[in-house]
T-cell receptor, first 118, second 111 residues
Framework: DTGVSQNPRHKITKRGQNVTFRCDPI?????LYWYRQTLGQGPEFLTY????????KSRLLSDRFSAERPKGSFSTLEIQRTEQGDSAMYLC????????????????FGSGTRLTVV | GQQLNQSPQSMFIQEGEDVSMNCTSS?????WLWYKQDPGEGPVLLIA?????ELTSNGRLTAQFGITRKDSFLNISASIPSDVGIYFC???????????FGTGTRLTIIP
């Protein structure tokens, strides 16, 4: 296992279309996170899963966004009715955790999916 | 969303120079992380800090967890061309899974 894998790397879509991104975390990591990064900014938290349970969602995650992690392994992030403001890099990360404790290995990020809405 | 204050915003240095950057927060964190991001890639973890006052090194990189828990510092010694990129700090509070990132420091090495 070489790290967190995200597909596709780039996506160009027309406004109003739906898009779906996939993230495959490091296999032994039980926690998975989605972040969004716009140009010139740091990543911003969207949501995270512990195994298959979605435990926290940011207010940035409007009702057009939905994330799933059905079997506690890979995750998908879907954006419905895309808007130009959704153009950004969508980053996935994973980590190991036990309860409120974080195993001391930080987060590992994938290379991201860059979405451009035209 | 909230972003931590990171300074400087950009740095232009010559190869071989030392670099210092810092990050401040209005709230307390129990974990500070430093990442480097190359264009078109995701952030890569450089150093993780878990205790106030902790000083940790990773090769030419040294980072410190501020005593107040509201700041952190990253130093790079003897910079080389591959150090070019954007450096982000990130903080996490106890019991909270999300990371709050800084605004980034862009490092450029002048030939």
């Amino acid at each position: 296992d070489t790290g967190v894998s995200q597909n596709p790397r780039h996506k160009i879509t027309k406004r109003g279309q739906n898009v779906t991104f996939r993230c495959d975390p490091i296999s032994e990591h039980n926690r998975l996170y989605w972040y969004r990064q716009t140009l010139g900014q740091g990543p911003e938290f969207l949501t995270y899963f512990q195994n298959e349970a979605q435990l926290e969602k940011s207010r940035l995650l409007s009702d057009r966004f939905s994330a799933e992690r059905p079997k506690g392994s890979f995750s998908t992030l879907e954006i419905q009715r895309t808007e130009q403001g959704d153009s950004a890099m969508y980053l996935c990360a994973s980590s190991r955790g036990q309860g409120i404790l974080q195993v001391q290995d930080g987060y590992t990020f994938g290379s991201g999916t860059r979405l451009t809405v035209v | 969303g909230q972003q931590l204050n990171q300074s400087p915003q950009s740095m232009f240095i010559q190869e071989g120079e030392d670099v210092s950057m810092n990050c401040t927060s209005s709230s307390i964190f129990n974990t500070w992380l430093w990442y480097k991001q190359d264009p078109g890639e995701g952030p890569v973890l450089l150093i993780a800090l878990y205790k106030a006052g902790e000083l940790t090194s990773n090769g030419r990189l040294t980072a410190q967890f501020g005593i107040t828990r509201k700041d952190s510092f990253l130093n790079i010694s003897a910079s080389i061309p591959s150090d070019v990129g954007i450096y982000f700090c990130a903080g996490r509070s106890f019991g909270n899974e999300k990371l709050t990132f800084g605004t980034g420091t862009r490092l450029t090495i002048i030939p």
